[in-house]
């Protein structure tokens, strides 16, 4: 299903993390590296067909830009990316890097990253305002399904 929904093999692939209400993969939890030992920084993995498409509509807008300046200049949301890149950088201490692989604490580079991380580890503030301008959180008819019903008539 996750392959179905990225359009190509997961990988490194360790768990579904999150489901939608319609009971499909949303959000995956990666493993630190690849099977050729590569690092993969990113450690939730947003899968859900539906929000992937509201937050690249997001990011193409310049979200990550109006983000990361809300970031900066909000106290709340400074302190909320803090709590989370430490967090993130504790889930991974052999890679050392912050979410979405970010090298630099406080650093924005992928609202994917940060949607997903969001609805890993609820309560993480920036996240979730990232969610929230993406638009309607769950597709309204459980379009995954069709992953379903594409693999029974094969």
Same mark, same amino acid.
């Given at each position: 299903?996750?392959?179905? #929904?990225?359009? %190509?093999?997961? %990988?490194?692939?360790?768990?579904?993390?999150?489901?939608?209400?319609?009971?499909?993969?949303?959000?995956?939890?990666?493993?630190?590296?690849?099977?050729?030992?590569?690092?993969?920084?990113?450690?939730?993995?947003?899968?859900?067909?539906?929000?992937?498409?509201?937050?690249?509509?997001?990011?193409?807008?310049?979200?990550?830009?109006?983000?990361?300046?809300?970031?900066?200049?909000?106290?709340?949301?400074?302190?909320?990316?803090?709590?989370?890149?430490?967090? #993130?950088?504790?889930?991974?201490?052999?890679?050392?890097?912050?979410?979405?692989?970010?090298?630099?604490?406080?650093?924005?580079?992928?609202?994917?990253?940060?949607?997903?991380?969001?609805?890993?580890?609820?309560?993480?503030?920036?996240?979730?305002?990232?969610?929230?301008?993406?638009?309607?959180?769950?597709?309204?008819?459980?379009?995954?399904?069709?992953?379903?019903?594409?693999?029974?008539?094969?």
């Amino acid at each position: 299903m996750v392959s179905w #929904q990225l359009g %190509r093999p997961a %990988r490194p692939f360790r768990r579904v993390a999150v489901r939608c209400p319609h009971g499909f993969p949303a959000v995956t939890e990666q493993a630190p590296f690849d099977s050729d030992g590569k690092p993969f920084p990113t450690t939730y993995y947003l899968t859900c067909p539906w929000l992937v498409a509201g937050i690249a509509r997001l990011e193409a807008a310049g979200g990550v830009e109006r983000w990361s300046r809300a970031a900066e200049a909000d106290p709340a949301l400074t302190a909320s990316l803090a709590r989370a890149d430490r967090e #993130q950088r504790e889930l991974r201490p052999e890679l050392d890097v912050g979410i979405g692989g970010t090298r630099s604490p406080g650093a924005l580079k992928c609202l994917h990253a940060h949607a997903a991380f969001a609805l890993a580890r609820p309560g993480y503030e920036l996240g979730e305002g990232v969610l929230g301008e993406a638009g309607e959180r769950w597709c309204p008819d459980g379009r995954c399904a069709r992953a379903l019903q594409e693999d029974a008539s094969t």
